[in-house]
T-cell receptor, first 113, second 112 residues
């Protein structure tokens, strides 16, 4: 059974700092790895999707990397802003026909002005 | 462009009552999912569907039922609500092969 862990559970940084969020998974036979953002009381918004054959994806100030062999993914946020404050969730997509997502518990990020 | 729409947004149920959480998507996605999220936790899969007429259990299906009569709609039924079903419920959809997952805004359910 796939298990996904995110460390740290919470992170508080001053504005402008570069930061890294970590995600680890136990079963390397994944189809893809997705990073989501969740604002309080809201749904999930997809940030980056990395297919199993890829090593990284970039969107603006966000960069996500994937190392299947070690069961790790990282989300790098450059020049953080107060608007980046949210909970960030990673999810491993399985290789079965249902393409189920297994989620981590998230990292709650606070960027201080 | 509505995406994935869930109703209601909030609901309070008494123990033993039943209700249906509605989910509709307008993106013609084949795959649809129901998750629940408990405080401080990740999302857990309740049921999923790979197309109209096809549904299957996820990790935590007990106490729930689903149906998929059309591509657009994937309602989740709670029978005999229990306090353990107090949670936030999210519906999601995606195309095949698995690409970006789109989520609804969630339904916050409290069972008292």
């Amino acid at each position: 059974k796939q298990e996904v862990t995110q460390i740290p559970a919470a992170l508080s940084v001053p504005e402008g700092e570069n930061l890294v969020l970590n995600c680890s998974f136990t079963d390397s036979a994944i189809y893809n790895l997705q990073w989501f953002r969740q604002d309080p009381g809201k749904g999930l918004t997809s940030l980056l999707l990395i297919q199993s054959s890829q090593r990284e994806q970039t969107s603006g100030r966000l960069n996500a990397s994937l190392d299947k062999s070690s069961g790790r993914s990282t989300l790098y946020i450059a020049a953080s802003q107060p608007g980046d404050s949210a909970t960030y969730l990673c999810a491993a997509g399985d290789s079965g026909s249902a393409r189920q997502l297994t989620f981590g518990s998230g990292t709650q990020l606070t960027v201080l002005p | 462009n509505a995406g994935v729409t869930q109703t209601p947004k909030f609901r309070i149920l008494k123990i033993g009552q039943s209700m249906t959480l509605q989910c509709t998507q307008d993106m013609n996605h084949n795959y649809m999912y129901w998750y629940r999220q408990d405080p401080g936790m990740g999302l857990k899969l309740i049921y999923y569907s790979v197309g109209a007429g096809i549904t299957d259990k996820g990790e935590v299906p007990n106490g729930y039922n689903v149906s998929r009569s059309t591509t657009e709609d994937f309602p989740l039924r709670l029978e005999l609500a229990a306090p353990s079903q107090t949670s936030v419920y999210f519906c999601a959809s995606t195309t095949w092969p698995h690409t970006e997952a789109f989520f609804g805004q969630g339904t916050r359910l409290t069972v008292v």
